[in-house]
Nanobody, 126 residues
């Protein structure tokens, strides 16, 4: 069993940056892909970015070129970097751990992830 705790959200202005983090505890971290999702009010949860066990990354088109994701396996921590933020990026951001080790490429399907953090709010003002 793994537990995930996000941090780093907040209220920012258009064009600002935020570095989020997702700390994991429990089962082995390094062999599992990690995903980052967001959910805006009244909308379904959507995939934002993910990183597989080998460090390969995948980003949704809506954030490509603005958001990056990295991981530190020694610290069991995921680091999404959100740059050039827009009001439409406002959402609750959650990290998730893949249910299957060594999956590649990164899955964008929420059903592939069996553990979720509580989420952190990111609000971008215009």
């Amino acid at each position: 069993q793994v537990q995930l705790v996000e941090s780093g959200g907040g209220l920012v202005q258009t064009g600002d940056s935020l570095r989020l983090s997702c700390a994991a505890s429990g089962r082995t971290f390094s062999t599992f892909a990690m995903g980052w999702f967001r959910q805006a009010p009244g909308k379904e949860r959507e995939f934002v970015a993910g990183i597989n066990w080998g460090g390969g990354t995948y980003h949704a088109d809506s954030v490509k070129g603005r958001f990056t994701i990295s991981r530190d396996n020694a610290k069991k921590t995921l680091y999404p970097q959100l740059n050039s933020l827009k009001p439409e990026d406002t959402a609750v951001y959650s990290c998730a751990a893949d249910s299957r080790p060594f999956r590649s490429p990164v899955s964008t399907d929420t059903a592939s992830y069996d553990t979720w953090g509580q989420g952190t709010q990111v609000t971008v003002s215009s």
